[in-house]
């Protein structure tokens, strides 16, 4: 099959009556008049013009080369890699590029965790207070949270992770601070300060190179779009634009690591992270240990059901111990990874700051014992899905940035679907397919989708899911990625220039070749619909990286090494969100809508859910119950001096061997100074049976 020349056969064709009589098109046709000497159907260009490609010269290869394939590979290279980890690299690459759709929505998910844990610790004080100190509790409250979002970055130890006891331990981690570590003077708030610490300055440092790197791919559309359309109606021009329109969203995925970072050594950082859980776990196992902690919340109204919940996780306490996290997951390089942060956060949100709000640390000690006891509704491994607002934003950032490619080259002369915006929609809709895939996979092996589940089926849904990762996912994205690296390339050298590509033959258009139109269109019509696909994808991509780009300046405040200089740009922060609070009251509104609907048809019960907003104001105001429980509470701690009739003192009672069993809970059996009357017992069981999930 030799190399075909178009312009040679379009003059033998334009000069020879007999040919056009013979392969003369006579259909309909679009942004072009009807023209039978000029134009000719497929079936004649292949048999007077034959099967070969006409390739661009080398001037035109090395304008595509230096305006887009360049800036392409720039902004990859740009990407999180990890160092030293070849093969992982590659299915990273594999997973970005053959199924960018799941993973920007894994990625935009990581980020929409990290922004929660910023608004949390930004709501933790008040608006016009002074910033407190580098050693207060919201010092330490941040690092919390801090670690919280890197620690989701991690895979966990299968089956045990599924528990409420493993959630409930790390939230001891990393709320906790009465609790003695064993085998060290230092205390667990002080080792939480220095881990973030480390975290902080070995994390990446790559935001400048990103930004750079995303700046000449804007640029590059920037010159493509101006020689398009300096040169209107050139096809070439046309089509080289389309292509770099068809990639405009490879640039925010990119970008989204600016804020969904890796550290520099992953690896180092998963043993420091699984240091301190053991000893944690190791601690909480030693008896007097576990007692003066759980001494330590006798003055709280929750300690009841904190006495019972720390001895139900101090019993799975050994099988959590020992490589609790596993593997880096973050960036969306793990398929179903959805990290610890998701449920913890929810579950905090529910059960303490959502009431409040605005200052929700002023009583630093019933916040951390309200961190620490939480509701544990499911425990780590379950389908959410509230991840459809991240799907959702995918499929607009992928599908509206082809979108505008697709307009372009459909729209350019042969009008209709052909190798390039077939090949679009090719990508896309594989892309589409994975995820929809990946979804249902991810949802109908989710544990928490039954409640009544043992371990060996867990496993067995870890099986089912490693068997559609690399029977399925994997070798389509790989398929998927080498198909978008041959549009690149065959545009890129002209290997669409050839009768079956130019004809469009693949939809109902097209079916014709107008050699008169063959590299310069000259209708009104192609200005209009170029615009309209340029304008598509450009505001699309500047609405993604815009958005890419505010939540990096509202969380810096949370990965800034100097406290100075971070709560500098809080105080910041709280500025931007006072001036802009009125732009979410259409979001505010929407949510309202969406949750009453499913409230009304009974998806999902209005007390589910309930959201920490940002506000100025300190709101929150006791109840009345509340106040009462608080001075019951406060009077059950006071000294009695008193003596009674009998010539006891008030508050001491006679030991039976009776009372034991008020003492024990679960077959633990608890500090007397913790134990209550018995129905106190039942009601903490009882409230333990209503958080529902999985029991491991």
Known sequence: MGRANFTQCGALYMSSPDLVKRFGYRGPVRLSSPNPQTQITHEGCVALCGRGNEYYPWSAVAATITTWILPILGTLLQAPFESNSFW????????????????????????EISGKCALFVDMATPYEAPIPDEDSEFSSIRDSFYLLMNLNQYKMKPVI????????LLRIVLFSKELKLLGTRKTLSQLRKNLARDLRINRRRGVVPVFISTLWFVV???????????????????HALALG????WFPILILCSILDRNPMASDDIQRKLNKMVDLVCVSLQNEEICNNYISSFRELPQSQKMAYWVHKITEKAHYIQGDYFCGFAGQARTRFH????????????????????????????????????????????????????????????????SAGAFVLSFNTPTVGLGCRTGGYLVFFTVALALLVAEMLVWWFTSPAESKIRRHFEDLRNLTARNWFQRV???????????????????QTVGAFNNCTCMASIWGGNGGYIDFDTLNQVNSPMVEKYWKQGTIITCVIMGIGMAYIVLEWLLQAHLCTENYKDAMAGLIRVRRFRRYTYWIRYPSALLMII????????????????KVLVWSRETKYRPTVGQ???????DAQSLPFQGIGDSGERFGEESKTEGDTENNMVEGTEVDCAHSGPLREANRVRNWDEEKGGYQG
């Open 245 to 248: 329109l068809f990639v405009c």
């Open 472 to 490: 399925v996912f994997t070798p389509l994205e790989f398929a998927n990625m080498v198909w978008l690296c041959y549009l690149l390339m065959a």
């Open 594 to 609: 969406i949750t009453n609907s499913l409230s009304a048809i009974r998806i999902r019960e209005s007390s589910e859910r």
């Open 338 to 401: 959805y990290g610890a942060a998701h449920a913890i956060l929810v579950d905090i949100e529910k059960a303490y700051l959502a009431e409040r709000g605005r200052n929700w640390l002023a009583d630093p000690n019933e916040a951390r014992a309200s961190l620490v006891l939480g509701q544990v509704d499911h425990g780590f491994t379950w389908f959410d899905g509230r991840i459809f607002w991240q799907l959702a934003a995918s499929v607009f950032i992928v599908g509206g940035t």
């Open 161 to 168: 992770s599924m528990t409420r006891e493993a959630e409930g």
């Open 220 to 238: 590059a559309v920037g010159l493509s779009i101006q020689a398009a359309f300096g040169d209107l109606g050139n096809n070439l021009q046309a």
């Open 88 to 111: 992982r690299t590659v299915k990273a690459i594999n997973r970005w590029i053959g199924s960018p759709i799941s993973s920007l929505t894994f990625i935009l998910w990581d980020i």
């Open 627 to 633: 106040m009462i429980m608080r001075l019951a509470t």
